[in-house]
């Protein structure tokens, strides 16, 4: 594959040689020197960023990745803890290294003349170039996947070639293409549609007309951090531990993704995460698709969204806007002094104008928090930078924990109020799970509310559900029509995806595939291979065909 992409270079570099060497033009020989520079630094920044990226995401730079860049400041605050100063040292003395052989290489090659005698060697160099591009005279084309050969993601990045790699994922998915997808006729049929939570009444609502409805979405919580999933140790989120003590805990409750766009998609308008792409540019998807905003504003619900990050970041504010949101804050609603952090303002400041400013509302209201303090990197206020990177997370999650003990205790002294806290994906900051690992997608779950009744309190829902089953879940209880979610997966387990994987977690056991490959990477030795591996590929075909349902 190294191979092949060299070829590619090389042979757009030889067309501007050879016209350079028959025209003998000196600003061809300048183009044909500044397009094999501009190769080198293309090449360096790929390398570079795959290796920072990989231990963030479990990939190499990709067409998700690219999009993020759009928000470069955004892009440098998430990877900053990764940013290995040792290793950017070697990469810089390999550059400039290069940099210099490119230029004695280059003054050679440049000195060479073309001879009308010479096209026989010259076609000969092209026919065996066009020959490396393909990777060989077989039918297609190589593609990335020939060099994903183990079930260690680590492994198969390491042997792909990472510029070959993203173009390719970008030629695939540009155009809402996802490439390869599995053959599986009739995959609708393995999905059975389960609505049992449903038939549970969980709240006894007296007065609907002032209900206050908050979900409050925690940035990147580990399960590991809480003694209510059986970490007894842990002290992490003693707020979120205590309202467990009181409320009803999802124990089981798995994201389909690894971002908050595709956390915050799946909750709020049922849409599963898909591979590689980044549905948060596709207002086509999310503006026909139902949404918890629209189903309460339709029932004259005041609706809010608070988020103390930049709303241009991820297509944000385009999809907020959407949403039917009366009132939408981001981090330009804040006093500038608050933009003490790298996301914007921190989750202290977030809840304190929430609780200046929702106190103030009057009727039933449905708002949403978004918090980001535990977000890499970390640097919520007063943060200390010297600490390992699993550390920072924890503090940074102990500080997202006060200001949701904050909020609970001093939101409105009615007791009409319902709140929703949930993770909007996992973490491997704490360095202690693989890119597979099915509990990497696990996050906390609660209800909280002097509504709730006293059989569920201390209690916890222990069939295994997804984002997307929050949404019609939420509107069931409150005794709000959510027909219009019934196309979101069906639930039956947890499905989850990478931009290379995919699994599957069922009260049968757990499975993960590889998707380029198609074939089955992790599976529990007591399952049936062959029905688990088709049923996971019936929750990918039916995530994918979200992007076109017709």
Same mark, same amino acid.
């Given at each position: 594959m190294d191979s092949a992409m060299a070829s590619i270079f090389t042979i757009i570099s030889s067309i501007f040689w050879l016209i350079n060497n028959i025209a003998i033009k000196k600003k061809l020989k300048s183009i044909c020197f500044h397009l094999g520079l501009s190769y080198l630094i293309i090449i360096f920044f790929i390398e570079v960023a795959s290796l920072h990226l990989f231990q963030e995401w479990g990939s190499t730079l990709n067409f998700?990745?690219?999009?993020?860049?759009?928000?470069?400041?955004?892009?440098?605050?998430?990877?900053?803890?990764?940013?290995?100063?040792? &290793?950017?040292?070697?990469?810089? /003395? &390999?550059?400039?290294?290069?940099?210099?052989?490119? =230029?004695?290489?280059?003054? &050679?090659?440049?000195?060479?003349?073309?001879?009308?005698n010479n096209w026989l060697p010259i076609i000969s160099c092209f026919i065996l170039l066009f020959i490396g591009s393909r990777g060989g005279i077989q039918k297609l084309p190589i593609k990335p996947s020939i060099a994903f050969h183990s079930n260690n993601s680590l492994d198969n990045f390491v042997c792909v070639n990472k510029t070959n790699y993203l173009i390719y994922d970008h030629l695939q998915h540009r155009s809402q293409n996802i490439s390869?997808?599995?053959?599986?006729?009739?995959?609708?049929?393995?999905?059975?549609?389960?609505?049992a939570p449903d038939t549970l009444e969980l709240f006894e609502i007296e007065d609907f007309e002032n209900l206050k409805v908050v979900l409050i979405i925690l940035e990147g919580w580990s399960t590991d951090l809480s003694?209510?999933? @059986?970490?007894?140790? +842990?002290?992490?989120?003693?707020?979120?531990?205590?309202?467990?003590?009181?409320?009803?805990?999802?124990?089981? /409750?798995?994201?389909?993704?690894?971002?908050?766009?595709?956390? %915050?998609?799946?909750?709020?308008?049922?849409?599963?995460?898909?591979?590689? #792409?980044?549905?948060?540019?596709?207002?086509?998807?999310? !503006?026909?698709?139902?949404?918890?905003? $629209?189903?309460?504003?339709?029932?004259?619900?005041?609706?809010?969204?608070?988020?103390?990050?930049?709303? #241009?970041?991820? @297509?944000?504010? =385009?999809?907020?806007?959407s949403q039917n949101i009366d009132l939408v804050i981001g981090k330009n609603d804040f006093n500038k002094k608050l933009h003490n952090t790298e996301w914007g303002v921190a989750d202290k400041d977030l809840v304190s104008y929430f609780l200046k400013n929702g106190n103030e509302l009057r009727g039933k209201s449905f708002c949403t928090l978004l918090f980001q303090s535990s977000h890499s990197p970390f640097d919520f206020p007063n943060y200390k930078s010297d600490l390992s990177i699993p550390e920072l997370y924890k503090q940074s999650v102990k500080y997202s924990d006060e200001a949701l003990g904050h909020l609970i205790k001093n939101y409105s002294e009615e007791e009409n109020i319902i709140y929703f806290i949930v993770s909007d994906h996992g973490s491997l900051h704490l360095q202690?799970? *693989?890119?597979?690992? *099915?509990?990497?997608?696990?996050?906390?779950?609660?209800?909280?509310?002097? %509504?709730?009744?006293?059989?569920?309190?201390?209690?916890?829902? $222990? +069939?295994?559900?997804? *984002?997307?089953? %929050?949404?019609?879940?939420?509107?069931?209880q409150l005794k709000i029509n959510n027909d219009s979610f019934r196309n979101s997966i069906s639930r039956q387990g947890a499905f989850w995806t990478t931009d290379n994987t995919y699994g599957l977690v069922t !009260?049968?056991?757990?499975? &993960?595939?590889?998707? %380029?490959?198609?074939?089955?990477?992790? #599976?529990? !030795?007591? +399952?049936?291979?062959?029905? *688990?591996?088709?049923?996971?590929?019936?929750?990918? /075909?039916?995530?994918i065909h979200q992007l076109n349902p017709e």
């Amino acid at each position: 594959m190294d191979s092949a992409m060299a070829s590619i270079f090389t042979i757009i570099s030889s067309i501007f040689w050879l016209i350079n060497n028959i025209a003998i033009k000196k600003k061809l020989k300048s183009i044909c020197f500044h397009l094999g520079l501009s190769y080198l630094i293309i090449i360096f920044f790929i390398e570079v960023a795959s290796l920072h990226l990989f231990q963030e995401w479990g990939s190499t730079l990709n067409f998700r990745a690219i999009n993020y860049l759009l928000n470069p400041k955004e892009s440098i605050a998430s990877s900053k803890p990764y940013l290995l100063a040792g &290793v950017n040292f070697w990469f810089l /003395l &390999v550059f400039i290294g290069s940099i210099y052989s490119y =230029q004695k290489i280059f003054k &050679v090659f440049s000195q060479k003349q073309f001879h009308d005698n010479n096209w026989l060697p010259i076609i000969s160099c092209f026919i065996l170039l066009f020959i490396g591009s393909r990777g060989g005279i077989q039918k297609l084309p190589i593609k990335p996947s020939i060099a994903f050969h183990s079930n260690n993601s680590l492994d198969n990045f390491v042997c792909v070639n990472k510029t070959n790699y993203l173009i390719y994922d970008h030629l695939q998915h540009r155009s809402q293409n996802i490439s390869p997808i599995p053959l599986l006729p009739n995959w609708n049929s393995l999905l059975k549609s389960s609505t049992a939570p449903d038939t549970l009444e969980l709240f006894e609502i007296e007065d609907f007309e002032n209900l206050k409805v908050v979900l409050i979405i925690l940035e990147g919580w580990s399960t590991d951090l809480s003694s209510v999933y @059986n970490n007894p140790d +842990q002290t992490w989120t003693p707020n979120f531990d205590q309202l467990a003590k009181n409320g009803l805990v999802f124990s089981q /409750l798995y994201s389909s993704g690894f971002r908050t766009d595709q956390g %915050l998609l799946a909750m709020i308008n049922g849409i599963s995460a898909v591979p590689s #792409l980044n549905l948060m540019n596709s207002s086509s998807l999310y !503006e026909s698709a139902p949404s918890l905003f $629209k189903s309460f504003h339709t029932q004259k619900f005041h609706t809010a969204f608070y988020y103390g990050g930049d709303l #241009l970041f991820s @297509n944000l504010a =385009q999809y907020l806007a959407s949403q039917n949101i009366d009132l939408v804050i981001g981090k330009n609603d804040f006093n500038k002094k608050l933009h003490n952090t790298e996301w914007g303002v921190a989750d202290k400041d977030l809840v304190s104008y929430f609780l200046k400013n929702g106190n103030e509302l009057r009727g039933k209201s449905f708002c949403t928090l978004l918090f980001q303090s535990s977000h890499s990197p970390f640097d919520f206020p007063n943060y200390k930078s010297d600490l390992s990177i699993p550390e920072l997370y924890k503090q940074s999650v102990k500080y997202s924990d006060e200001a949701l003990g904050h909020l609970i205790k001093n939101y409105s002294e009615e007791e009409n109020i319902i709140y929703f806290i949930v993770s909007d994906h996992g973490s491997l900051h704490l360095q202690n799970k *693989h890119y597979n690992d *099915h509990d990497r997608f696990k996050v906390p779950c609660l209800i909280y509310s002097p %509504l709730l009744k006293d059989t569920f309190r201390g209690k916890k829902i $222990k +069939q295994i559900w997804n *984002h997307h089953d %929050l949404a019609p879940f939420i509107l069931s209880q409150l005794k709000i029509n959510n027909d219009s979610f019934r196309n979101s997966i069906s639930r039956q387990g947890a499905f989850w995806t990478t931009d290379n994987t995919y699994g599957l977690v069922t !009260e049968s056991g757990k499975i &993960v595939m590889d998707r %380029l490959r198609d074939k089955i990477a992790i #599976l529990d !030795e007591s +399952q049936d291979s062959s029905y *688990h591996a088709n049923l996971a590929r019936a929750y990918l /075909l039916e995530s994918i065909h979200q992007l076109n349902p017709e």
